[in-house]
């Protein structure tokens, strides 16, 4: 079992920045691929990003390619989206999630993660 809780969030102008923070107890994290997730207010949730155990591999969504970037320190238990360019369209509850498989494969897929934390609200103004 593991808990996660994000935090970070916040109001930001359009082309701002923010770091979001997800950060676990329970067991190693190190043993869990991470992903965030993202879910506009009348829209599905969507996949963001995510990060392999060890951090060498790490995947985004076309809409945040060359913005956003997922890292991790194992050491703190904690997984990282730093957020630049921040447009009108990325405000959302962002939700951190996790699982102890290994297989690189649907990494986009929220059917894959058991783990979820409450999310954290950003909000871009225009």
């Known amino acids: 079992q593991v808990q996660l809780v994000e935090s970070g969030g916040g109001l930001v102008p359009a082309g701002g920045s923010l770091r979001l923070s997800c950060a676990a107890s329970?067991?190693?994290?190190?043993?869990?691929?991470v992903a965030w997730f993202r879910q506009a207010p009348g829209k599905e949730r969507e996949f963001v990003a995510a990060?392999?155990?060890?951090?060498?591999?790490?995947y985004y969504a076309d809409s945040v390619k060359g913005r956003f970037t997922i890292s991790r320190d194992n050491a703190k238990n904690t997984v990282y989206l730093r957020m630049n360019s921040l447009k009108p369209e990325d405000t959302a509850v962002y939700y951190c999630?996790?699982?102890?498989?290994?297989?690189?494969?649907?990494?986009?897929?929220?059917?894959?993660?058991?783990?979820w934390g409450q999310g954290t609200q950003v909000t871009v103004s225009s």
């Open positions: 999630a996790a699982d102890q498989n290994s297989y690189y494969s649907d990494y986009d897929k929220a059917a894959r993660y058991g783990y």
């Open positions: 990060i392999s155990k060890s951090g060498s591999r790490t």
């Open positions: 329970g067991r190693t994290f190190s043993s869990y691929f």
